[in-house]
């Protein structure tokens, strides 16, 4: 075997070392261990100084009082209700349409909330949530978009309800915007299209944009971020 062909295999064999050590590498950044070496989520929404302290390193640190989702309660595609305590222990991954949409930016919004669906099947930490900005949305209606896409409600709910619960929830909880722009003959909503990242805590920890695959690709990384947080604090007792 001559001098190049050695090279080649140590290349190989070194790549595939890699490969394999990776993702241990990165989980172990992510765990006690190393929970200082990496910039934790920011939590976005109004926030206020509490008048409370904690202690970091022996110093006194006001605590901060954060931008909280409210809790609601809706219905789903099967006609369950819905509200936080279904999701209790979860990262929520939450987008907002209406069964009548045709815009090709809508339907980048749900296929991307398809592919994370298939993507985290199997993560019982992580759920989904699309959210109708259309209170007249049917039970039926609900149904039949869900089963579009293929949305079971143990892991992807699709959600309605009445105008002044979906009007608060997206505008003042998830800090979101929806305008109703229908007449007589059409139903037509202008809403965004960003989805949203929640912690078990009901903050907002991202916005990405449906239609930027670099965004999309950001809310992966992030979601397995976030995971990592939570299970840190359960570990830590927070």
């Known amino acids: 075997m001559n001098a190049s062909s050695n090279k080649k295999k140590i290349s190989t064999v070194l790549i595939l ?27 976005f929404g109004p926030k206020v ?46 987008n907002l349409f209406y069964s009548q949409v045709n815009s090709d930016g809508s339907k980048l919004a749900m296929k991307a909330m398809h592919e994370f669906n298939e993507l985290y ?11 109708s900005v259309d209170d ?20 992807w709910d699709i959600l309605s309800g009445d105008t002044n619960t979906i009007n608060k929830l997206v505008k003042t909880s998830l800090l979101l915007d929806a305008v109703n722009q229908s007449t007589s003959k059409e139903r037509k909503f202008i809403y965004s299209n960003k989805i949203v990242l929640l912690d078990t805590k009901h903050r907002i920890r991202g916005f990405y944009e449906a239609s930027n695959k670099e965004a999309l690709s950001k809310l992966d990384d992030e979601i397995k971020v976030l995971i990592a947080e939570e299970l840190r604090n359960i570990k830590d007792g927070r």
Request: charged content about 20%; cysteine-free.
């Open 136 to 155: 007249k949305d049917s039970a039926k209606a609900l149904a039949d978009f869900a089963k579009i896409w293929s949305a079971e409600p143990k892991k």
């Open 17 to 43: 070392a890699a490969i394999l050590v990776m993702p241990g590498f990165l989980y172990y950044l992510l765990q006690d261990q190393g929970k200082n070496r990496y910039k934790p989520l920011p939590i």
């Open 121 to 131: 099947q199997k993560n019982q930490m992580v759920h989904l949530a699309s959210l």
């Open 49 to 94: 100084v509490a008048s409370t302290f904690h202690s970091v390193r022996g110093k006194q640190i006001p605590d901060t009082i954060y931008h909280l989702v409210d809790d609601f309660s809706l219905t789903n595609q099967v006609g369950n209700n819905i509200t936080f305590t279904n999701w209790k222990g979860k990262v929520v991954v939450v």
